[in-house]
Every structure is written in structure tokens, then in C-alpha cells.
């Protein structure tokens, strides 16, 4: 099923409608599932300003599934893609257009990139191993999984059925204590390696990656870079920063 999320305050224009393509809207708080990921779409200058930040913030997997639309200037362009962004078009698109660009942003945002880091470590989906330093880690394959689907979500909590769910394929917690021992020899590996602490246990049961010594903010300007992620906070884009009054917007 074809579906999508309108970003921006007010109703979708017609001319950027998928609903005449047979496309089914997502509204408010309602979920497509893990296995039916979306695309979001929103006008730039119809973003409330404390939602951009929140959408420029968020995690780099979700940005992926976001295009910006009627951004006329190249260098706003730009910086919306460098900053994670699946697309951003200018003003008048066709509605065959922006499908045709929707339909090549979910296939980018649903292809597996072949390495995914946090912090010291890189993980190759080829090798199917951690990397430290360049020195393998030797991880199993269950080791392994485990940690590059924490690495989806970095800093996210993921819980026990999660995990069971994407790395055993259960869809129930089985009797036997195979999590908790990989997750032991896992955390064994990356210590040795010189990594430790990496692996965090949650009250409730859930795990994360640990976001280290950083703040989440330090992060993401480190990713985004610092240059890119300042100007957006204090150089907002033009036809916001004439607005005398930011809590029209919220």
C-alpha cells in the first residue's frame, strides 16, 4: 500500500494530492506499522517553526523518508539534503513528478546501506562484523545482528520483543535465555575491543546504544555539520524570518 504524510499546517494543495493517484493519507498520530514505512511530505514555508526543528533533529532514517516542496532557492536545496533530507523540490511539480520522485525516495530510504557507525565502531553488512580502529571485532552472526539493528535506532530503546521480532523472526519470548546470553558475549567482544558501555540495558527490559559523553545535540551537529546545523537554527529560511512573532507558528 501506497502511503504518505502531509508535514505542513493546512490542507494538501490538489496539485500535490497522492489521494487522486490512489495513494492513502496518513493523519495525526496514526501509525503505518513498522513493515509499512512512509513518505512525508510538506510545504517548507507551511512548517511551524518548532516542528522543522523537531523534523530537522530527527532521527537519519526518518529524514530519509522527507521531501520538502516550493523551496525556490538552490542553496535551501542544498542545504536540505546535506542535511539528511530524501528530497526537496522547487515550486510547481506535476503530480506524475512528485510521485515519480516519491516512489525513488521510498526505494533510497528502504535500501540497507552497507555500513552503518556508532561512535568507535563501523559495521559492514558485508563482512558481517564490527569494526574498531580498522581491527575486526569477531562477531557471530547473532552478535551481529543484534547490534546493527540497535544501530538503526541509535540512542533509541529498543525492546526484548522488538529484538526478538527482527533478529530471531519470533513473534513470542521464548522459554530459553538466548537474548541475554548473546547480549553478554556481545558486550564481552566490544570491551575487548575497547568499546565498553556501548550496549546499554533500559529499565523495562529494552536495550540502546549508548549516545557516549556527548549531548544528543552535540551529535547531530557533528553529523549534520556545525556549520549547517547553527545556520538553521539562527538563520531560519527567508520567508520565516520575517515572522515578529514565532507563536503564530506553534
Known amino acids: 500500500m501506497r502511503l504518505f504524510r502531509w508535514l505542513s499546517v493546512g490542507p494538501i494543495p490538489t496539485a500535490y494530492d497522492l489521494r487522486r493517484l ?4 496518513l493523519v495525526d498520530k496514526q501509525s503505518s506499522g513498522r513493515d509499512a514505512a512512509h513518505a512525508q511530505l510538506g510545504r517548507l514555508y507551511d512548517i511551524p517553526m518548532q516542528q522543522w526543528l523537531s523534523l530537522a533533529g530527527a532521527n537519519p532514517v526518518q529524514r530519509k523518508w ?9 542553496h535551501d536545496r542544498a542545504r536540505l539534503l546535506r542535511l539528511g533530507f530524501g528530497d526537496a523540490l522547487g515550486y510547481g511539480p506535476s503530480l506524475d513528478e512528485l510521485e515519480s520522485r516519491v516512489l525513488r525516495l521510498k526505494e533510497h530510504a528502504e535500501a540497507l546501506p552497507r555500513y552503518r557507525r556508532h561512535g568507535a565502531v563501523k559495521l559492514d553488512l ?3 562484523d564490527g569494526f574498531v580502529a580498522g581491527r575486526a571485532v569477531g562477531l ?20 526484548t520483543p ?4 527482527d533478529v530471531w523472526r519470533l513473534s513470542f519470548r521464548p522459554e530459553t535465555n538466548s537474548l541475554a546470553v548473546h547480549l553478554s558475549r556481545l558486550r564481552a567482544k566490544l570491551r575487548t575491543a575497547g568499546v565498553d558501555g556501548l550496549v546499554e540495558t533500559l529499565p523495562g527490559g ?13 551529535a547531530r551537529d557533528a553529523e549534520f555539520g556545525l556549520d549547517d546545523y547553527t545556520r538553521l537554527r539562527e538563520e531560519p529560511f527567508p520567508a520565516l524570518a520575517g515572522m ?3 507563536t503564530a507558528w506553534t
Open 22 to 25: 490512489g495513494w492513502q493519507l
Open 66 to 74: 522527507m521531501m520538502m516542496i516550493d523551496v525556490p532557492e538552490s
Open 126 to 128: 558485508f563482512a558481517r
Open 140 to 159: 557471530h552472526p547473532r552478535e551481529f545482528a543484534l547490534l546493527w539493528r540497535l544501530a538503526e535506532d541509535p540512542g533509541e530503546a529498543v525492546s
Open 162 to 165: 522488538e529484538l526478538l521480532c
Open 206 to 218: 529494552s536495550y540502546r546504544l549508548s549516545g557516549g559523553d556527548r549531548p544528543a545535540s552535540a
Open 244 to 246: 515578529q512573532d514565532w
